[in-house]
C-alpha cells in the first residue's frame, strides 16, 4: 500500500523515472506490484511519452501474472495511438477479449484510433460496432475521433457512415454537429475527397 502511494504521488508530479524506480523496488524487494500500480506506472509514462518503455511494462504485468483491467487498456491504447504501434494495439484487442474484458468509449477510441490508420483498419470498424450495443453509447467525442482516424487512414465512406451514425445515435446541436461536419470535410479535402465531403450537404 505505501509504495503504491509513494508511485501515486510520483506520478502526479509527473516524474516518471521514479515511477519506474519504485516499480523495480516493487518487483525485487517490496510487496508485489498490483493493477493499481501498473495502471498509475502506464498513465505516467503515457503523459511523459515515453511508450518505448510504457509496452515492456505490459509483459512485465503478464509475468507477474496481474489480471489487467480496463484502466490498463486505455492507458496502453493510448501509449500505442502515440507510439503508432498498430501491432501492439491489435494483440490488445485479442487480448481483452480472450479475458473478457468489457470495453468502453475511452479505451475503444484510442484503440480506433491506431487501428483506423493501419493495414487492418477494418478492426477498428468492429469496435465502432461493439460500442452500439454497450449501455454507455458512443458520443460526439468517441465519433469525432474515430471520424478523424479513418480519414487519415483513407477510409472515406467508413468516415461518412460514422457521420450518419452521429444523426442516428445522438442528438447533436447545431454547433455540435457543425464541429463534427467540419472535421469531416477538412479530413476529406485533406485527401481530395470532394465527392465524400458535398455528400455531406445532400444528407
Excluded at 501515486?8 to 510487496?31: D, N
Aim: aromatic share 8%; with cysteine.
Amino acid at each position: 500500500m505505501a509504495c503504491n502511494v509513494a508511485i501515486a504521488a510520483a506520478e502526479r508530479a509527473s516524474e516518471w523515472r521514479q515511477v519506474l524506480s519504485l516499480m523495480s523496488i516493487m518487483r525485487t524487494k517490496c510487496t508485489s506490484p498490483d493493477v493499481a500500480s501498473f495502471n498509475t506506472a502506464l498513465t505516467a509514462l503515457e503523459s511523459a511519452s515515453q511508450w518505448q518503455r510504457a509496452l515492456p511494462l505490459l509483459g512485465a504485468m503478464r509475468d507477474d501474472r496481474v489480471k489487467a483491467d480496463i484502466i490498463t487498456y486505455g492507458a496502453a491504447f493510448s501509449v500505442c495511438a502515440v507510439a503508432q504501434q498498430w501491432q501492439h494495439a491489435l494483440k490488445l484487442v485479442q487480448e481483452m477479449r480472450n479475458c473478457q474484458v468489457s470495453l468502453n468509449l475511452i479505451a475503444c477510441g484510442s484503440a480506433v484510433r491506431v487501428l483506423a490508420e493501419s493495414p487492418l483498419w477494418q478492426v477498428s470498424l468492429q469496435l465502432i460496432d461493439e460500442m452500439q450495443f454497450k449501455e454507455t453509447k458512443p458520443n460526439l467525442i468517441f465519433y469525432s475521433a474515430a471520424i478523424n482516424a479513418l480519414g487519415k487512414g483513407s477510409q472515406w465512406h467508413w468516415a461518412l457512415c460514422a457521420v450518419d451514425d452521429i444523426r442516428r445515435h445522438t442528438v447533436p446541436s447545431a454547433a455540435e454537429e457543425s464541429a463534427v461536419l467540419d472535421l469531416a470535410i477538412g479530413s476529406w479535402a485533406r485527401g481530395q475527397q470532394w465527392r465524400q465531403a458535398m455528400a455531406l450537404f445532400r444528407k
